[in-house]
């Protein structure tokens, strides 16, 4: 559950950012098939790569973070 929350806010902001996911995954370095099953819900990413993304959207962690 917790996984699929930050899966649908990191998508929704790299869509709102105009990347692909082609283009997203190459950026953070990781494969579309790793960026895909995180936005899918199936994948929690590691702290890392969380501040990758969010550095690559020029938001924040706190931005990225499921809301309750």
Not at 21 to 31: M, R, W
Not at 32 to 40: A, D, Q, T
Not at 54 to 59: D, E, G, T, V
């Given at each position: 559950m917790e996984a699929e929350k930050w899966g649908r806010?990191?998508?929704?902001?790299?869509?709102?950012?105009?990347?692909?996911?082609?283009?997203?995954?190459?950026?953070?370095?990781?494969?579309?098939?790793?960026?895909?099953?995180?936005?899918?819900g199936n994948r929690l990413p590691a702290e890392e790569l969380l501040e990758k993304i969010?550095?690559?959207?020029?938001?924040t962690k706190e931005d990225l973070a499921p809301k309750e």
């Open positions: 806010r990191i998508r929704a902001y790299r869509k709102l950012k105009g990347f692909t996911q082609e283009s997203f995954s190459k950026e953070l370095g990781v494969s579309v098939s790793i960026l895909g099953e995180i936005e899918r969010a550095l690559s959207l020029k938001i």
